[in-house]
């Protein structure tokens, strides 16, 4: 029983990190919240528009799992500038060096609270 | 000799299309290149010195306060994490229908930029600023030493006047407090007890809020804004309030 519960949270993990991803053979899109709100990865822009395989980065650079690289440690931007997770191709070479175009992959707190379908609450003095 | 009117009605072709060898030639002739016309054979110009300072009369030698608070900071580097905006809520107590510091965002087309950029702003605390003229009962007040635009909130009625005053929306009513609240740099919380930083520049991650002394040359915010490789700006430079916080990128 215990297991089936810890089964169904993992799921109830996966869905909530995944959001409104519109998944077809990929992943959709990824919002990262740890350690900061919030970055976007699109699989439909790596696999369906650049043409990366799976392989590309699910080959020991991240895994099969939403959040699962949020769990570890060193998902750092230190981490990839060291050629770590998105630091493999955001190099400079492959991809544009991760310290640089902060908010491409940045889409912050007003981002992912339109990704969740979140209005901002409004200041009261507008 | 074309005139500027003639300029003023021609399209700008955008700076990315200018080398940035022939942008740093101007700079460091003390001149800013503003527009590209005419497939790069017109250049517009302005003085450097308007464009990076904000009291461009007094220029470098006239910071009138000490320490002359300031902050400069890096829009590019702005990620919208909004830990500043945590941070100064839970230290400044501002509720969640107000804030003090707030971060902007805007799509963006340049070639180097992205899709968007996000533009964290505050009060400006103006040299000369509208909101302390427009206070009808002078509940606020530009602090004489260090120059931050204060609130006596035992002063203010709740008229609003200063909310219109100031051009940078900087402004919200506390209803607990029933009284007008706004960005003093931390000083309550934490400048008048010896915290070098305000709470937004201390919880920035990403190094975007850089606060200092605009009257100490070997402050990092001062060596900041007086170089000439990089363009500084502030905003609304036109409600000609002399604002202390100042804006670059790199």
Redesign the interface.
Known sequence: MKNVTIICLLLAGVALVAGSATAGDHGGDIHFTR????VLFSHDIHVDQLGFDCDSCHDGLFEYEAGAAEQNGDFTMESLYGGGYCGACHDGETAFASD?????C??????YNRALGKTE?A???H | MILKKELDMSRNEGLENLGSEERRHFLKMGLVVTGLFAGGTLLSLSSGARRVFASSGEFAEKYPYKPHYSMLIHV????????CKKACAKTNHVP????RT??L?RDVSGA???????VPVLCNHCNLPQCTRVCPTRATYKDPVNGIVQMNKSKCIGC?TC?MGCPY?A???N?EQMAVDKCSFCWESRLSKGEALTACAEAC??GVRIFGDLSDPNDKVYRGIHQIEKTVWVLRPEAGTKPNIFYTRG
């Open positions: 350690p900061v709100e919030a640089t175009r902060c908010a491409t940045h889409e912050g707190v007003k981002g609450t200041a009261s003095h | 590019d580097r702005c990620i919208d994490c909004e830990r969640d229908y107000g804030y707030t971060i965002e180097l930029a992205g899709k968007r950029e996000f609003l909310q929306n402004r919200y009513f209803e991650p990403a």
